[in-house]
């Protein structure tokens, strides 16, 4: 569950007033970061940066900009509203923008680069266009229909997409189109990622180019045996009713199959995956020579991941490695073909800690490129002929993340050579090459600084600067800024717990504040990371809080010792972790421990109310936001992950896991918000929650928004639901400051 990862970065971006923040302020057209950029992209030929960025007058729509690296000018490429004045998008697109936490934005969403450097394929509302970066105003439209998940092939001679589920080529030499799959309609989707493959694989898409140009490896699924969940969408003016194929924990899955087609004569061949049906396939990838396609294979308990080569000609299969784990094996986007080297980079966490490898093609190890007691975030980029890895870690703290060098020959596995500057969050893009990077700098009184550099971080350009001076959208509010401090506790076996705190407006330490706690808590997620823009915690601050973030047990950037905890009984130890968070805070002689409220979203809703089911006592009230209440009612993928087993396998551990075995205990107020037509966690977890509360004759607050998926994203609801929390916080713990 990747739930609202993007949401309250989101909040890093707004518009004007006073002195100090308002909600206003926070939810406006315009970003209070300053010039944002997203998406940033080297050009194959290292001559460009390009990049989104939102309009002056509406940061959600989105334009696409270069940076030209010869002449240091910045200008706009493609204007998205010159290109589609008006979009309207397909429920395709639209679900699986919800699935990307993008359906807040408009405009030009990704793009991608012809290996040349010399166009740019942009989608834009179903339409696909061919940019000319030399002449952008002329750009072409190449494809129409409602056009998902579109590709320049690696050599540049095809554009591909998926159109009403089949896998379709376009021969740019020609400009011929040729439908490379017939039988996707109904239940059955050609080169798409299925609803779990999305929403909790990180599966982006749904088939893969050999980087010759000569085939494509594509899944095929059939959700025929999915159970479908008839779900209410209610609007305010209006009720759809959406039949949605949803596998809930314990469900059957979607039927997969995966083929390999050739572009030039639309053969394909069944690749075969072995004799246990109920899989999922994770990933395909293809070997530099594109002689193999390799794929992951995870069984349907998580516990084993296989990474298996296909010989394209042949299809002989044979087995590389195999990731076995007693809880669940991670799925990552690590994997490296070498082009010098018959060898593959291979990311592993059998070590307890998240570490690379370089194995062989045949599945021999030949030395570990990184170890230590720290962990590898991911792969930025691989130059071999430097025999340089680059990767993100946060291994001089854990709440940064930086850049770092390895040798890919492993002689400085446990010494990378850290190659960013300035603690706090880096975010970095390298070219394809490895030789530059774009570094995405902010800290928690930094606002985001991108630059152009070197691969030994030696400074080439600022792309933005983003300098917090008198013209900075947040000059007027820099004097209120309010520190951000960071700490540690302990957990009560003994692990590291690190939160953040921002301590009231006007401090003064013999005073006694309310609490603001915010939580997430599951999987997936860090929290407490030295990074610029949560604005709404800012602002609680302000309006005389204590806000305070803890990242508990089973958060990510962990060793796996932190993150298994969790296992077969979710809430448990991440409850205790934060009761743990609250009894240190009611030691501080500046907190009143009778005022300590806690608001969630999603898994933190969850956490909200496991919370106030187990320490009412310390927690004077809560509010919960589109929360998972029965882990039976949500994904299969997650879900099992997770609690392990399913409802039927392992009933107790999904009872102990959920909400309703413990709302006895919920005694403090509670404010419950969902949204009417949320397909990720279905409203059927609060009407179920509603439900049970009526019958224990519990009071709470409710509001619900119609229309409103999982985000309950958009300028005015984010605006109407943060003052709603805002008014609750105050009506039952009071503050120091006006609002």
């Not at 993008?102 to 696909?128: E, M, N, R």
């Not at 469900?251 to 004799?275: C, H, M, Q, W, Y």
């Not at 770092?404 to 596995?413: E, Q």
């Not at 933190?604 to 496991?610: A, F, N, P, S």
């Amino acid at each position: 569950m990747r739930l609202l990862l993007c949401l309250l970065a989101a909040l890093a971006a707004a518009p004007a007033s006073a002195e100090r923040l308002t909600l206003d302020r926070i939810h406006g057209a315009t970003s209070l970061a300053g010039p944002g950029v997203k998406n940033l992209r080297v050009s194959p030929d290292g001559e460009r940066v390009t990049f989104l960025r939102g309009r002056d007058d509406n940061q959600f729509q989105q334009d696409l900009w270069e940076y030209n690296m010869k002449d240091k000018t910045t200008r706009r490429l493609v204007d998205s509203k010159k290109l589609v004045p008006n979009e309207e998008l397909s429920l395709e697109e639209k679900a699986r923008r919800e699935r990307a936490r993008t359906a807040s934005l408009s405009g030009i969403i990704t793009y991608s680069w012809s290996p040349d450097g010399k166009q740019l394929l942009v989608p834009i509302a179903g339409d696909l266009y061919l940019v000319d970066v030399a002449n952008p105003d002329a750009a072409r439209k190449v494809a129409s229909g409602n056009v998902l998940d579109p590709k320049i092939s690696p050599k540049g001679r095809y554009v591909s997409f998926v159109r009403n589920q089949n896998l379709v080529v376009i021969d740019l030499k020609t400009g011929a189109e040729r439908q490379l799959t017939q039988d996707g309609k109904g239940t059955v989707h050609n080169a798409e990622a299925e609803f779990v493959a999305q929403e909790e694989m990180d599966q982006t898409t749904g088939y893969y180019w050999a980087p010759d140009d000569s085939a494509i490896a594509y899944k095929r699924y059939d959700e025929a045996p999915v159970p479908v969940v008839r779900r209410f969408e209610i609007f305010a003016d209006r009720t759809e009713v959406i039949d949605q194929h949803y596998p809930a924990a314990g469900d059957p899955n979607v039927l997969v199959d995966l083929f390999i087609v050739s572009p030039e004569t639309g053969v394909a061949r069944k690749v075969d995956l072995g004799a246990e049906k109920d899989i999922y396939l994770v990933r395909a990838d293809w070997s530099a020579d594109s002689k193999t396609l390799v794929y992951q294979r995870q069984t349907r308990d998580q516990k084993r991941l296989d990474l298996v080569a296909v010989n394209a000609a042949t299809l002989a299969q044979r087995n590389l490695l195999s990731e076995t784990s007693k809880t669940w094996v991670s799925i990552h986007n690590d994997l490296r073909f070498l082009k010098n080297r018959p060898a593959f980079i291979w990311a592993s966490e059998r070590s307890g800690r998240n570490h690379l490898y370089l194995y062989d093609l045949n599945g021999k190890l030949l030395h570990p490129i990184s170890r230590g007691e720290w962990g590898i975030d991911n792969v930025l980029a691989v130059d071999e002929a430097a025999g340089k890895v680059y990767v993100s870690s946060n291994k001089d703290a854990v709440i940064d993340k930086q850049t770092y060098a390895l040798a890919l020959d492993g002689s400085t596995a446990g010494k990378p050579a850290r190659i960013t500057a300035g603690d706090g969050w880096h975010e970095a893009a390298f070219a394809n090459n490895g030789k530059i990077f774009v570094d995405t700098y902010s800290s928690p009184r930094t606002p985001p600084q991108v630059s152009i550099r070197k691969a030994d971080g030696a400074m080439v350009e600022w792309l933005e600067k983003n300098e917090l001076n008198a013209n900075h959208p947040f000059a007027k509010y820099l004097p209120d800024l309010l520190p951000t401090e960071y700490g540690t506790i302990k957990a009560k076996d003994g692990q590291t717990l690190h939160y953040s705190m921002i301590k009231p407006a006007d401090f003064n330490p013999a005073k006694r504040y309310p609490v603001f706690l915010f939580t997430y808590g599951g999987p997936h997620s860090q929290r407490v990371t030295r990074t610029w823009g949560n604005y709404f915690n800012q602002y609680m601050a302000q309006q005389g809080f204590v806000v305070f973030t803890l990242d508990n047990r089973g958060s990510s950037r962990r060793e796996r010792q932190f993150t298994d905890v969790i296992y077969n009984n979710l809430g448990k130890n991440e409850v205790e972790d934060q009761v743990t968070g609250i009894d240190w805070l009611a030691q501080q002689r500046f907190v009143d421990p009778k005022r300590v409220g806690v608001f969630g979203w999603s898994y933190g809703g969850y956490m909200t109310l496991r919370l106030l089911a187990a320490a009412s006592d310390k927690i004077a009230m809560g509010v919960s936001v589109a929360p998972v209440t029965d882990w039976a009612l949500y994904d299969t993928h997650y879900t099992e992950q997770f609690v392990g087993g399913t409802p039927k396998s392992d009933p107790q551990a999904y009872a102990r896991s959920g909400v309703f075995a413990h709302l006895d205990g919920l005694k403090s107020p509670l404010l419950l918000v969902h949204g009417m037509a949320d397909d990720n966690v279905l409203f059927t977890n609060s009407t179920r929650l509603i439900d049970e509360l009526v019958k224990r004759n519990v009071q709470f607050d409710l509001m619900t928004y119609p229309g409103a998926k999982h985000g309950i994203s958009g300028r005015t609801s984010q605006r109407h639901v943060y003052g709603l929390i805002e008014s609750f916080f105050k009506k039952n713990l009071g503050g120091t400051q006006p609002n």
